[in-house]
């Protein structure tokens, strides 16, 4: 799934689905890259308006809370810690997201 | 501590890298040598050439431009970085196969260690002034003892996950209860009988923590870190025993954005597809 977005609302980690090409069909940024700051700093520079992102994965579904409730008790599971700091709840929501996202995959 | 000679023993005698990165480090080594030298040592191996090529063109670089030349490759992502994934394209050929009743698929663990290969280039990306050579590789080879282990004693390492699972202890204390030397040793003494450059070595031996010598170090620490990512994600499951936290004293040193691991996950995914296929199919 992709979208168009203005350069006003690109979020860093956002992926590029479409290159982004300059005027003269030079590529500025491939697909499947990970917005940077400094790759805004360019697309700004270039004056690029409108980008195609891929929407996040997790966009994509609806997550239920029992799912949550199966994916929280996996992942527990698995650790013999728990989050001490913002890095590792955010470390811990990914690994939630992505037990979600692979289930729902298959 | 029988184990121990015998492992000593085994990367003695262990095969050496193919002569394409024993000449490569020559000629490197030599100051008055050209990228054309090197890229026509590489040129001669098909094979590597064209997976070099790849990776230089994979979502892993994210480049602007396409590489159609070795010369290029180098020019864009770096003598050493285009050395050592030669070096980790003979490693993979070397540990690729399956091994009979063993709980671990070297399979399975090489796609752990791209996994890790990412996120350890992901998190040096986001930290100031580092020079990313070397961060992917020394992700991907960070299991080296590890897979030297599995292949000569699979049924002694299965033991080792079961010691481990059964009094809860790490795995790298189980290896020394066991093996009386850790998979972090076994990978250092390989790294060092290949000559590997020590960036890579001080991964493959201090992985665990992510200080070499009682300092942090911004590489090491992002393998650390890596690590413990590619597991919470059950990326080539390695084993069943717990996940340990990360390094506490990593984090103010590596300062990662807000929500990195979150915003990073679709990118992440995406990379890792694409390096798996690249690296682990002929």
């Not at chain 2, 992901?122 to 992700?139: D, R």
């Not at chain 2, 009094?167 to 066991?178: A, D, H, L, P, Y």
């Not at chain 2, 990978?187 to 000559?195: M, N, P, S």
């Not at chain 2, 010598?213 to 393998?223: F, T």
Request: proline share 4%.
């Amino acid at each position: 799934m992709a979208k168009i977005i203005n350069i006003e609302e690109i979020k860093i980690g956002m992926i590029i689905e479409d290159p982004v090409v300059n005027n003269f069909g030079q590529t500025l940024l491939p697909s499947g890259l990970s917005l940077s700051p400094n790759h805004v700093k360019l697309l700004k520079a270039w004056k690029i308006e409108n980008i195609t992102i891929r929407e996040n994965i997790d966009d994509e579904f609806e997550i239920s809370d029992e799912m949550r409730g199966i994916a929280i008790e996996y992942i527990n599971s698995k650790m013999n810690w728990q989050p001490r700091n913002d890095y590792e709840m955010d470390l811990y929501e990914m690994a939630i997201t992505n037990y979600i996202i692979t289930k729902l995959k298959k | 501590m029988k184990f121990k000679e015998n492992i000593i023993e085994e990367v003695e005698e262990f095969s050496t890298l193919p002569t394409i990165y024993t000449t490569l480090t020559e000629i490197m080594a030599n100051p008055k040598s050209t990228i054309n030298e090197v890229s026509d040592v590489i040129s001669l191996d098909q094979s590597s050439a064209v997976k070099i090529l790849k990776t230089a063109n994979s979502s892993l670089y994210g480049l602007r431009k396409k590489i159609d030349t070795i010369s290029e490759a180098i020019s864009y992502i770096g003598f050493e970085e285009v050395k050592n994934l030669v070096a980790t394209l003979s490693i993979i050929e070397i540990f690729s196969r399956p091994i009979g009743r063993a709980v671990f698929n070297p399979v399975d663990l090489w796609k752990h260690s791209i996994a890790v290969g990412i996120i350890t280039r992901m998190v040096g990306q986001s930290m100031k002034n580092v020079n990313l050579e070397n961060f992917f590789v020394a992700g991907v080879l960070h299991d080296l003892g590890k897979l030297l282990l599995i292949k000569y004693y699979p049924d002694d390492y299965n033991d080792v996950v079961v010691y481990s699972l059964e009094n809860n202890i790490t795995i790298r204390e189980s290896e020394m209860k066991i093996f009386g030397i850790t998979h972090h040793e076994v990978g250092g003494l390989l790294a060092e009988k290949w000559d590997l450059p020590d960036t890579i070595k001080n991964a493959i031996v201090y992985h665990h923590s992510g200080f070499v010598g009682g300092r942090i170090d911004q590489l090491v620490s992002s393998v650390h870190l890596a690590n413990t990512v590619a597991r919470m994600m059950d990326i080539g499951c390695t084993d069943k025993t717990r996940i340990p936290p990360p390094n506490n004293a990593i984090w103010p040193f590596i300062k990662l954005p807000d929500h990195f691991f979150t915003n990073n996950l679709s990118s992440f995914v995406v990379k890792y597809e694409e390096s798996v296929n690249l690296l682990l199919t002929h």
